[in-house]
């Protein structure tokens, strides 16, 4: 059945994440947001309706389903100082005040893709332009950019809400290591990245798979570096689909990195536009299937203006459902193979026992 195409969109932003700014140059900087919201714009052009959601502050008590408190204690002791949690993870007067916000945009976002919607009228899709970024942020560490995780926050006040199975799609060109923390034992949220490895923070083997009730639900797909558009359709048509498809979400969440990207400086893939487009259109016929259609986008990495531009605004066309072009080419030895042991571990996940992720502090994001 052909995907049905969307006109409006649910937006997150606030000003207040242009403040999150280092003294010095720092590739995770305000002009990224910029060149995302101009994504946005592109798609408004395009016939898109946006619909702007108020801003908010997360709470303590949300932000304590996924962070301990000690964590949360000591960002606000640190709150209006100058910082570093480590030698990549800045912090400026006004940056825990734009990480609260931003994780309050991202419940922002879930929120409204949940509200009860009589009239079909309300967007069953959205997009949340955070910063700072969230993915590498685990229970009680910020690192890699990252002070809180929102899209944790964000599943996490999705599970509060009602719903029993979210998915999270990370397709950041490095592995979302926070998430997987978080979420290794759950058993409600299954947590999906494709990443190159080796590339920081040296998690995302195919034996991470999760503990306990979350054994099977953690899905790790890592990439030799130069995965381009037809690496990634593959991925996601031999692992990325058919996980999501026995998991049968409630909401789809893409934490949408773009520094995959083949213009980015801090990777070596070589993801297009097309690319982008496509994933964000097969992610939304699997919430056609079971979410009711609802997805949101979260922005992670991405540190060239102009990729970053260009893959926001084709990321939304798919999730949009409008027409998006179908990435077509080889797939070398090395890139098959990489696929096949994700496959592999996918389909043996019951059978083996859990591995533990031992993270590479010394790598640069």
Known sequence: MPISRSSALY???????FQHRSRGYHPE?????????????????EGARLVALPPRDATDAEIGRVHDAAYLAELHRLDGSYAALDADTYLAPASVAAALRAAGGALALVD?????????????????LLRPPGHHATRNQGMGFCLLNNVA??????????????????????????????????????????????LYPGTGTTREVGDGPGHGDIVNVPLPAAADDPVYRLAFEEVVLPALRRFQPELVLISAGFDGHARDPLASMELTEVGYGWMGQALREIADASAGGRVGVLLEGGYDLTALEQSVAATLRGVLG?????PEGPVGAAHREAVEAAKRALDGAGAAPAATPERNTSATT
């Not at 002009?31 to 592109?42: I, T």
């Not at 996490?156 to 978080?182: C, E, K």
Request: no cysteine; net charge negative; proline share 7%.
């Open 322 to 326: 409008w027409p998006v072009a179908t």
């Open 11 to 17: 937006l997150a932003s606030d000003p207040l994440f």
């Open 29 to 45: 900087r305000p002009e990224r947001l910029a060149a995302a919201q101009r994504g946005v714009d592109r798609i408004a052009t």
């Open 112 to 128: 409204a893709l949940l509200a009860a919607d009589p009239d079909g009228a309300a967007p069953r899709q959205g997009i949340a």
């Open 153 to 198: 926050v964000a599943a996490a006040g999705a599970l509060a809400g009602g719903l029993s199975r979210v998915a999270i799609v990370d397709w950041d060109v490095h592995h979302g290591n926070g998430t997987q923390d978080i979420f290794w034992r759950d058993g409600r949220v299954l947590f999906v990245s494709l990443h190159e490895a080796p």
